[in-house]
């Protein structure tokens, strides 16, 4: 079990490519997707993680209160939570609004953009990940971008020939299906998350430094995939060869939280999901995520 992969899988992303791109320098655009860019996979995302794939050429990206991140061919760039954000040639040029110069593709393909000023060319391919839920543990503990090199990796060949396949569609004015561009999408972003959650130090504490412990990344995953499970302490430590008290102090001091009240949170916010989306009862929403009426609170709150 791939922890990560079990709590992607949990709060259902779907991947899509939107737009192809070919600039020449020099050049600079700003850029925020929209939910219009995830249409027709998804009708209302709540959360959309925006990427870009260097085909060709490099570029800068800038965003507000961050150092420039550059990024050449073979590298894909990802905003986590869709922050606004600059794509330029070089510093110093005034950014155009992308969305102005998005054009239809004539064949009912992909949109494109053509623009610059006849210089080096940067080739990019632009896509997302959505969701329709309002909560996701990664999201907040990302930074606002993350640079992965496609070529390094344990699943680089995997996603470059993926990666290839999508942009050899797109070249062909084919929109590549909802479900191979998820695969694509959640790999890319699963990399780039291990990638960065090598850089952390060994003093951080939260999510993803839990998630990098083996026994505590085999928790989370469960939680995830089965949480209307009568969990307790004991029997998440029991299901990762622990014993109760080092398996609630070692998740306590790696995700900030005790094991079942992280728990509780995440129970509440499936069932703040579904009651947004859903005509269920409060019985039946809390019987979805595992509790009963009567004593839900004092057993959620058990540790």
């Known amino acids: 079990m791939d922890p990560l992969s079990e709590v992607l899988r949990s709060v259902r992303l779907t991947g899509g490519v939107f737009l192809s791109a070919h600039f020449t320098a020099p050049w600079c655009v700003s850029v925020r997707m929209n939910p219009d860019d995830c249409a027709p ?17 490099g570029l800068l990206v800038a965003l507000e209160g961050e150092k420039l991140v550059d990024v050449g061919a073979g590298e894909i760039v ?53 969701s329709e839920e309002t909560t996701n543990p990664l999201i907040s ?27 050899g569609e797109l070249a062909e004015g084919k929109l590549a299906s909802s479900s191979v561009m998820t695969r694509v999408s959640e790999s890319l972003l699963i990399e780039a998350v291990r990638h960065y959650s090598s850089t952390l130090h060994e003093d951080d504490v939260g999510w993803l430094k839990g998630l990098k412990d083996p026994h505590i990344g085999h928790a989370i995953a469960l939680i995830h995939q089965q949480v209307s499970a009568p969990w307790s302490a004991e029997a998440l430590a029991k299901e990762v060869a622990l014993s109760r008290s080092a398996f609630v102090e070692r998740f306590t001091s790696l995700v900030g939280l005790p094991p079942i009240l992280y728990l509780t949170v995440w129970r509440l916010q ?28 004092q057993q959620g709150f058990q540790t």
């Open 41 to 57: 996979f998804l009708t209302k995302p709540a959360q959309m993680i925006g990427y870009h794939v260097i085909i060709d050429g």
């Open 141 to 167: 503990t990302l930074p606002k971008a993350l640079k992965i090199d496609v070529r390094q990796g344990a699943t680089r060949e995997w996603i470059e020939a993926s990666v290839r396949f999508a942009a």
């Open 78 to 130: 990802l905003f986590p939570r869709n922050d606004a954000h600059t794509l330029a040639s070089e510093r110093g040029i005034k950014p155009t609004p992308a969305r102005q110069l998005i054009q239809p593709s004539p064949d009912g393909g992909l949109a494109q953009i053509c623009y610059g000023g006849g210089g080096t060319a940067t080739r990019i391919v632009c896509g997302f990940l959505a």
């Open 270 to 297: 499936t069932a703040k999901l579904d009651l947004r989306e859903t005509r269920k009862t409060i019985a039946q929403l809390a019987h979805s995520v595992g509790y009963e009426i009567r004593g839900s609170i």
